[in-house]
Each structure stands twice: as structure tokens, then as C-alpha cells.
């Protein structure tokens, strides 16, 4: 909750140690998903920002955590969609290697979309 908190107070200082340390925020996304998405619900221009400056790095969060992306964009739907039009490439090539996963995450767990966990 430590980092949560100082990037609710410094929103600009992890902008800045990603484009420092752009594998950093990777690794620590791997060690803790959740917290990636709560930083997001309180900055959701920060991670549109960083998209744009590392788009690969994204995509290699969504292949670890398939869910966490899913409920970010049921909660900030414009942002997707921006991304999408910045990046158009990036989003087919993850449709294109996993097409099913969505489909499958909606069929198996419906009720999770409509609360947004």
C-alpha cells in the first residue's frame, strides 16, 4: 500500500522512474498485479501516458494478467479505446495470438465482468 499511497501524492515521480526504468515497473507489475490496477483507477491518464512511451510493455503485462487488463477497461472504456487508436497494431497482434481468452473469461465468469473484479 506504500507505493499506492506515495503515487496518490507524487502521480508525475513513477511517470518519471518509468521512462528511467522502464523493465523495473514490469517486474514489480509481475510480483504485484493488483497494485498496478488501484494506481490506475486513481491515474488513468498515467498508464495512458506510459503506453504510449513503452507500448510493448503493456502487452507483456496483458499476457501475464489477462483479467487485470479486462476489468481496467470495464472501468475506463475511453482509455482502451485511445490506446487502440495510437497503437492499432499492438491490440490485433494480442487478438491474434490469443483470440479465445476473452471469450472464454466472459463464458466462464459472467458475473465477473458485471461487478468489475
Known amino acids: 500500500m506504500q507505493r499506492v499511497a506515495e503515487q496518490q501524492n507524487h502521480p508525475m515521480q513513477l511517470a518519471a522512474e518509468q521512462q528511467n526504468h522502464p523493465m523495473q515497473l514490469a517486474a514489480e507489475q509481475q510480483n504485484h498485479p493488483m497494485q498496478l490496477a488501484a494506481e ?22 496483458q499476457q501475464n494478467h489477462p483479467m487485470q487488463l479486462a476489468a481496467e477497461q470495464q472501468n475506463h472504456p475511453m482509455q482502451l479505446a485511445a490506446e487502440q487508436q ?30 468489475g473484479q
Open 40 to 61: 490506475q483507477q486513481n491515474h488513468p491518464m498515467q498508464l495512458a501516458a506510459e503506453q504510449q512511451n513503452h507500448p510493448m510493455q503493456l502487452a507483456a503485462e
Open 86 to 115: 495510437n497503437h492499432p497494431m499492438q491490440l490485433a497482434a494480442e487478438q491474434q495470438n490469443h483470440p479465445m481468452q476473452l471469450a472464454a473469461e466472459q463464458q466462464n465468469h459472467p458475473m465477473q465482468f458485471a461487478a
